[in-house]
């Protein structure tokens, strides 16, 4: 079961963090692989580790708040693998701040690259997927249903990604195309490790216990418990399964009072 055998599989943010682990459950169901992410270094790094294990992966430099990068990258996909079965719209940007405190360069930035950016590859993408259908595969967010403090850009994005999951589910049924999304609470990725040492210097254990706290679970996701998720939706054991939103939140969203 979720074998993913041959399939092309193009995940964005694939070199770090959720989009990683995604990448790398993929490729050892049998995917083919391209990694799209603005990490060069990672990038390429992931994809030679994975070619080391005997899978089949290849590194795209994408930047998709760009709609020519987004152009380049699916020109320069293997031709080999025929366009893609399965896409994963994970990469995205975060922020923390209010309505006052959001400066009109941080909401631009937010949406050019998490909302415009998803756009972008969904115009660029789908004319190709409609060829033999597929699994599209939105990374949306608990944020998108819940009130979190300082997180207004943010949610704004992920309640549009939620919104846009629905349009595609819609509009491309006919074609054998399936979207959906996940909702997480905290993942503990490098991006967590980061904003902790930025914002709390000598304290980052403290904090990370507290942040993992405020989920009734008792803690962060790992991205790999993300990655399972993807991995059911994207596979064949999923084809009845459109238009729906899947919090993977540790409790966030329904046990919290």
Not at 25 to 35: I, M, T, Y
Not at 115 to 126: A, E, K, N, P, T
Not at 156 to 174: C, E, Q, R
Not at 196 to 211: D, I, N, V, W
Request: hydrophobic share 45%; glycine share 8%.
């Amino acid at each position: 079961m979720f074998r993913l055998d041959q399939k092309h599989a193009l995940i964005t943010g694939g070199a770090k963090g959720i989009g990683r682990a995604i990448a790398t459950l993929f490729a050892r169901q049998g995917a083919r692989v391209s990694l799209l992410d603005i990490d060069t270094g990672q990038g390429n790094a992931l994809a030679a580790a994975l070619k080391k294990e005997g899978l089949q992966a290849v590194y795209i430099p994408c930047d998709q708040a760009s709609l020519e990068a987004v152009q380049a990258a699916a020109e320069a996909q293997p031709k080999a693998w025929g366009p893609p079965d399965i896409l994963v719209n994970n990469a995205a940007v975060s922020h923390i701040g209010t309505a006052e405190s959001t400066t009109p360069e941080d909401m631009e930035r937010l949406l050019k690259i998490n909302i415009q950016g998803v756009y972008h590859m969904l115009h660029v993408f789908l004319p190709l997927m409609k060829v033999r259908g597929g699994a599209i595969l939105n990374m949306a967010s608990v944020a998108a249903n819940v009130g979190l403090s300082e997180r207004f850009a943010y949610s704004a994005t992920k309640g549009a990604i939620a919104t846009m999951t629905l349009s595609v589910a819609k509009d491309y049924l006919p074609f054998g195309i399936r979207c959906n999304s996940i909702s997480p609470a905290r993942v503990h990725t490098p991006f967590v490790d980061d904003y902790l040492k930025q914002h709390y210097p000598g304290r980052e254990a403290e904090m990370f216990k507290a942040l993992s706290a405020t989920q009734p679970i008792g803690r962060m996701a790992r991205p790999e418990e993300i990655a399972a998720l993807a991995l059911y939706l994207c596979s064949d054991e999923a084809g009845f399964v459109t238009g729906t939103d899947f919090p993977i939140d540790g409790g966030f969203k329904t046990l919290n009072t």
